[in-house]
Every structure is written in C-alpha cells, then in structure tokens.
C-alpha cells in the first residue's frame, strides 16, 4: 500500500470533518484512527474511492467518540461530587474494560495509553501532558497499541498494577479541572478494592481521598488556583481526609511500600498539619525520599526539591533542584518559588512569567503571571 497516499488524503479528510462540525481535536484522533484501519484494510481490499472511504471512517470513528463520550460523562453525573465511602457496587462494566484494555499483548506504556483513550476518554493531548512526551510521539503510541490488539480478541485482562496506573492518570486529569473525572477515578478504585486485596490500590484509593478533600479550597471565587500553603482548611472534607488515613494505616501496616502509599503518606501529612506553617516537611522530604527510590520518577524530585526548601531552606531546594533537567514542566514554576524565598525578588519575578508562557493549563498560567505581576509591583514600589 501506497502510504504517501494517506499522507496526501490526512488534511483533506480532517478538514472535511471539521466543517461537518467536528472540534479540531476530535477530528484528528478519528482521522487518525481511520488511517489505522486503513492500513489494516486496504492491503487486501483497495478502495476505489480512498478518500470517500477515509471519510466514511473517520466520521464513524467521530461518532463512536462522542457517544462514548456521552455514555462517560452520564456515569460521572450519577456520582456525587463527593464519592460515598465504603466498598463500590458488586459489578462494574467500565472496570471491567479497563482491564480488557491492559491486554497481555501491549506494553505496560502502551496499554495505559490505550486505555486512556478509549475508555478514559482524554484526548491524545492530555495524554501526552501526564507523560510528560510530544502530542505526536504519544499519538504514535496509541496507533502502535490500536494495530496490536487489532487482531487479537480482548478476552485475556491485564493485571492490576496497569489499570492503577489508568486509574491514577484519569484522576490527575479529573483533579487538574481541565474534564471533570475525579469522582469517577475514586468510584472505580473503590470497586477495585473491594474485590482486590492489594495493598496498592488501597494506597492509591487512599491518594485519591486526601487530594479530593482539598479540592472546595483549590480554587477561589474568581476561578483562580489556590496554592496549598494559601488554602482554607476549614473548606477541606474532614470525612475523607479522615476515612483516607484509616485505609493508607491498614496498607502501611502490611509492609509492602509501593509508589501510591508513599503519595498518599506525603498527603497524610499535609491534611494533619492544621496550618501550612505546622506541616511536617521533614518527614514529607523522606516520603520523597521514598518515592524516589521506588520510582526514580522526576516529577517526584521535582516535588523533593519544594520539600527540601521548606525543610532545610530555599538554598538546599535550589540545590537539589539544579540537579534535574531544567526541561521538565513546572522546573521554572519551582525555581521561581524557591528564589523568592530566598530573596531574590528580581529573578523570581521573571522566572513566574517564564513559567506562565509554558503553563499546562489556562488556571496554572493565570496564577504565575499573577504572581510575577505581584512581585514586579513590589519592585517598582
């Protein structure tokens, strides 16, 4: 097959979608998922019409998206804004293809991106954002996944550490505000805790709990992000913070440390402390410590390097910080921060606006330029 071919056709048949009222986004992903199946396809059975056959494609793809699409978010609205305790019902369909999705046959990388397309409903965009990789590398990534599993039955589920991965992405995504999924993430991870003993997705049901009880006071009147430090915590749900800690004790005490515990712990300790002033960052750097170790992840030294300038002083946070790459989002946010603690107002200013023009998010971006603003008044006056 010809796929200079399909290069040719990609922009005519996006456009022709969009104008038959497709946002831009959409229209890409059933494009893409159209040219899939296109290459699976046409080696045996060459339309005599490619164009009007991608067309035909893409636009069942389009559909299929936003009925999908429809069928998530009448789930989501069947579930309060904060989720009951206790175990989840007996049956879940969703979770169940959650772990259909984490077929045998793909990549631990590849399944949960899948996942998150398919079932989790994120766009490739926001996708890639939580990889912290390239929209198109993470678009490559989810049409390799497509053609795996193309042919073969989806029968055989994947284990459970996959679908905590999903679980966990979907609700960053969720508690980020960009589509409201947080709710539904804790619903499903409930349900998977009451069938699974796993002291993990205890820990990660446990994460889920202590972040979402901070959510009323994460964001002000006027829409604006709240830093943690700043919040009202009188506006934090005592009950989940209360109900979190219960199931994060029972899974530390069976001596199995994982990823999602050590989270949960550094949220513990945010929610005990009854002032930011009151925050236990000692302990919190070696929770860090912790996560570190278990995962080498650099966004957990990213939040190490917070840490260890509210333990040891901002000059120890920007020690550590300058060992990791000055690439990864939210390095500038982070330096700027820690160089205003130390005083230097000048640097700080322009580092928050740097931060602002790469922000992941419109709320996130508002918040850094309100803060250079802030200082560059400081300066002026």
Not at 88 to 96: I, R
Not at 109 to 128: D, E, H, M, N, Y
Not at 151 to 179: C, H, I, K, M, Q
Request: proline share 5%; glycine share 6%.
């Amino acid at each position: 097959m010809d796929e200079s071919l399909l290069r040719t056709l990609t922009p005519a048949v996006l456009a022709v979608l969009v104008r038959r009222g497709a946002d831009f986004a959409a229209a890409e992903d059933a494009v893409q998922d159209a040219l899939v199946e296109a290459v699976r396809v046409w080696p045996a059975d060459m339309p005599r019409d490619p164009k009007g056959w991608l067309v035909t494609a893409a636009w069942r793809k389009f559909l299929d998206a936003v009925r999908a699409d429809t069928s998530r978010r009448h789930r989501e609205v069947r579930v309060d804004r904060e989720p009951a305790p206790g175990p989840g019902e007996a049956a879940d369909d969703t979770l169940q293809l959650y772990f259909l999705c984490a077929h045998p046959a793909l990549t631990p990388a590849s399944a949960v991106a899948l996942t998150l397309r398919a079932v989790g409903g994120l766009t490739t965009r926001q996708i890639a954002q939580a990889y912290l990789v390239p929209e198109a590398t993470m678009a490559q990534r989810i049409s390799r996944a497509k053609r795996t599993v193309s042919d073969v039955r989806l029968n055989r589920p994947g284990d459970v550490a996959t679908v905590l991965r999903v679980l966990y992405l979907v609700f960053n995504e969720g508690y980020s505000g960009d589509v409201d999924l947080a709710a539904e993430a804790i619903r499903l991870t409930r349900h998977l805790a009451a069938r699974t003993d796993h002291e993990e997705v205890a820990g990660l049901l446990a994460l889920m709990l202590l972040h979402h009880a901070r959510r009323p006071a994460r964001t002000g009147a006027d829409g604006g992000l709240v830093p943690l430090a700043e919040q009202d915590r009188g506006l934090w749900n005592t009950r989940l913070i209360a109900e979190g800690v219960d199931i994060l004790q029972a899974a530390l005490a069976r001596d199995r440390l994982g990823e999602f515990q050590a989270q949960a712990a550094v949220a513990a300790l945010h929610a005990d402390a009854r002032s930011a002033d009151e925050t236990d960052w000692v302990q919190i750097v070696e929770w860090y410590d912790e996560l570190v170790r278990l995962t080498g992840n650099p966004v957990a030294r990213l939040n190490r390097a917070v840490a260890v300038g509210e333990a040891d002083g901002p000059r120890a946070g920007l020690t550590a910080l300058a060992q990791l790459d000055p690439s990864l989002p939210r390095h500038t946010a982070v330096a700027a921060y820690l160089h205003e603690r130390d005083g230097d107002l000048v640097t700080a200013a322009r580092l928050y606006a740097e931060a602002a023009r790469s922000a992941p998010s419109l709320p996130e971006r508002d918040h850094l330029t309100r803060q250079a603003a802030r200082l560059n008044a400081e300066l002026r006056g």
